[in-house]
């Protein structure tokens, strides 16, 4: 029996787990494989549908391989999570929607979430775990790092590079660099909601507004 889990039962995973169900639906009608929630702190025992089993008891059933979707939105606990399913060699697999565009020439690491709607064209480098929610885009020439987060509607265009742990909010704009000088999103930084970004940001700041400006703390 190969297990498939999406480790998160909230939102996150509660979106994530029916795209998996339709990509594997004739192997779980016939009994080939199983697919749960993995969740820390288990609300219920079955959630639309799927058991919910705390990781331990995951671990603990047979199998003859095991396959982890890491689904939660905080990449700092996405990271953690992953290097603990590493340490007990639990494998990584792609949730992707049916109606996701990817064009040429497109590389993308384990474990992404690719939800319905998202569009990746052409020339384009994406790191370990990166999550596209709803309606996002990726243009040419990108670069994403590991650990990147997109909320809905994030449009980045061409020539744009995002650094690791990135958090791309939902309906934000990225403006296309040149080539030979991509605009750049730096590590752990922050793109406010429909922020429109025309500067690069540096790592760990949080920007916001139309252009984007860092975000001042009263």
Not at 97 to 124: H, K, M, R, Y
Not at 179 to 194: E, T, Y
Request: proline letters at 5%.
């Amino acid at each position: 029996m190969k297990r498939f889990a999406i480790y998160g039962v909230n939102g996150c995973g509660r979106g994530v787990l029916p795209l998996v169900r339709q990509e594997l639906q004739a192997s779980l009608e016939r009994g080939l494989c199983d697919l749960v929630f993995v969740d820390d702190q288990p609300p219920a025992s079955v959630v639309n549908g799927h058991r919910v089993l705390t990781y331990e008891q995951w671990l603990s059933e047979p199998a003859s391989s095991r396959h982890m979707n890491v689904a939660i939105a905080n990449s700092q606990v996405r990271e953690k999570l992953v290097q603990r399913c590493a340490t007990d060699g639990v494998g990584f697999f792609q949730a992707r929607a049916a109606n996701v565009v990817q064009l040429d020439d497109v590389q993308i690491g384990e474990g992404a979430v690719l939800c319905p709607f998202v569009t990746l064209t052409s020339n384009i480098r994406i790191g370990r775990h990166f999550h596209a929610n709803l309606y996002s885009y990726v243009e040419h020439d990108c670069v994403v790092g590991d650990f990147v987060t997109f909320a809905p509607g994030v449009m980045c265009n061409g020539h744009v590079h995002i650094e690791d742990h990135a958090y791309i909010g939902a309906g934000a704009v990225i403006k296309q660099g040149l080539p030979g000088k991509p605009l750049v999103i730096g590590r752990g930084a922050v793109v406010g909601m429909g922020a429109v970004v025309t500067q690069s940001v540096p790592a760990q700041v949080t920007v916001v507004g139309n252009p984007a400006r860092p975000l001042i703390k009263n």
